[in-house]
């Protein structure tokens, strides 16, 4: 019989997640979950899709004009999703 590892669920959690990739995909989810909060009502409405691959998030928004706002924004949303997130996950922002 091996023996298991006595680990706190958050650190076997967190190795599971490092173990399988799959990292980048909860922190993903992490990030949908909290978007209303982070940019609020109008811009949440208008957003089609989040996606995080490598440190870049990429959204995809339906309106040309939130484009632009979001643009203007981007090194605020940045550092609002890191603090949510509690590290540094985002470094850039591309809006398709």
């Given at each position: 019989?091996?023996?298991?590892?006595?680990?706190?669920?958050k650190?076997?959690?967190?190795?599971?997640?490092?173990?399988?990739?799959?990292?980048?995909?909860?922190?993903?989810?992490?990030?949908?979950?909290?978007?209303?909060?982070?940019?609020?009502?109008?811009?949440?409405?208008?957003?089609?899709?989040?996606y995080?691959?490598?440190g870049?998030?990429?959204?995809?928004?339906?309106?040309?004009?939130?484009?632009?706002?979001?643009?203007?924004?981007?090194?605020?949303?940045?550092?609002?999703?890191?603090?949510?997130?509690?590290?540094?996950v985002?470094?850039?922002?591309?809006?398709?």
């Open positions: 019989m091996s023996k298991i590892r006595d680990l706190p669920l650190q076997a959690i967190e190795e599971m997640l490092r173990e399988y990739r799959l990292e980048d995909k909860f922190t993903e989810v992490k990030i949908q979950a909290a978007w209303q909060k982070i940019v609020g009502n109008i811009v949440f409405k208008h957003t089609k899709a989040i995080l691959r490598n870049i998030l990429y959204l995809v928004l339906t309106s040309a004009a939130l484009n632009q706002e979001i643009s203007y924004s981007k090194t605020k949303i940045i550092e609002k999703i890191n603090r949510k997130l509690g590290k540094a985002v470094r850039e922002i591309v809006i398709k």
